[in-house]
């Protein structure tokens, strides 16, 4: 059964940075396209950024320029680097792997919370 294992997040000031983690438990990545998600209070769970299994990368407009999604193949892991927190930031955010539809993930990692204080 494939797991994905969030790490990472947390409290932060505005215009800090956070770096969330999620592992695999075997080399989905290299066949999935992967993605970070995030829901907040009373929200849907939006697409912050997806990438290809070719690497072709996308980011929602509302963080362009200062989030950055990456791979470690050898690792099974994909990274979500922030920075320059804004207030419209904080919400509990998720890995996805996608085998069928971009975007549409099939697996989710648990979830992790990052709050953005003034």
């Known amino acids: 059964q494939i797991q994905l294992v969030q790490s990472g997040g947390g409290l932060v000031q505005f215009g800090g940075s956070l770096r969330l983690s999620c592992v695999a438990s075997g080399s989905i990545f290299s066949i999935s396209d992967v993605g970070w998600y995030r829901q907040g209070p009373g929200k849907e769970r939006d697409v912050v950024a997806l990438?290809?299994?070719?690497?072709?990368?996308t980011y929602a407009n509302s963080v362009k320029g200062r989030f950055t999604i990456s791979r470690d193949g050898g690792k099974n892991s994909v990274y979500l680097q922030m920075n320059n927190l804004k207030p419209e930031d904080p919400a509990i955010y998720y890995c996805?792997?996608?085998?069928?539809?971009?975007?549409?993930?099939?697996?989710w990692g648990q979830g992790t919370q990052v709050t953005v204080s003034s």
């Open positions: 990438m290809t299994r070719v690497g072709t990368k």
């Open positions: 996805g792997a996608s085998q069928v539809i971009l975007g549409s993930a099939e697996y």
